[in-house]
């Protein structure tokens, strides 16, 4: 009942800069939390960043410095700012909600089909 679609990939060098883009829909009664998560080729999915409905932030440490996570609560939007743009951040990035539907206050989780970032070096 939640619709999450991210933007924003591509590909880009070393040291540059994207930013991906996540808007959710659907029934949405409140958005909990909203986050990003990456894998990479034959790793395991791994948190990048989260922000809170509470504007609470958690980095993962290899991104502190060089990411921000942000959200627009009016629009139920998350973004991801990647500066200074390593080969190791290449990976598929995908959006993540947290979130309770209109008549069900159960909180689940949302996944977005996540947008492909390349990073050359």
């Known amino acids: 009942q939640v619709q999450l679609v991210e933007s924003g990939g591509g590909l880009v060098q070393a040291g540059g800069s994207l930013r991906l883009s996540c808007a959710a829909s659907?029934?949405?009664?409140?958005?909990?939390?909203m986050g990003w998560y990456r894998q990479a080729p034959g790793e395991s999915r791994e948190l990048v960043a989260e922000?809170?409905?509470?504007?609470?932030?958690n980095y993962a440490d290899s991104v502190k410095g060089r990411f921000t996570i942000s959200r627009d609560n009016t629009k139920n939007a998350a973004y991801l700012q990647m500066n200074s743009l390593k080969p190791e951040d290449t990976a598929v990035y995908y959006c993540?909600?947290?979130?309770?539907?209109?008549?069900?206050?159960?909180?689940?989780?949302?996944w977005g089909q996540g947008t492909q970032v390349t990073v050359s070096s």
């Open positions: 659907g029934s949405i009664f409140s958005l909990k939390r």
């Open positions: 993540n909600a947290a979130a309770t539907v209109m008549g069900n206050l159960y909180l689940y989780d949302y």
């Open positions: 922000l809170t409905q509470g504007g609470t932030t």
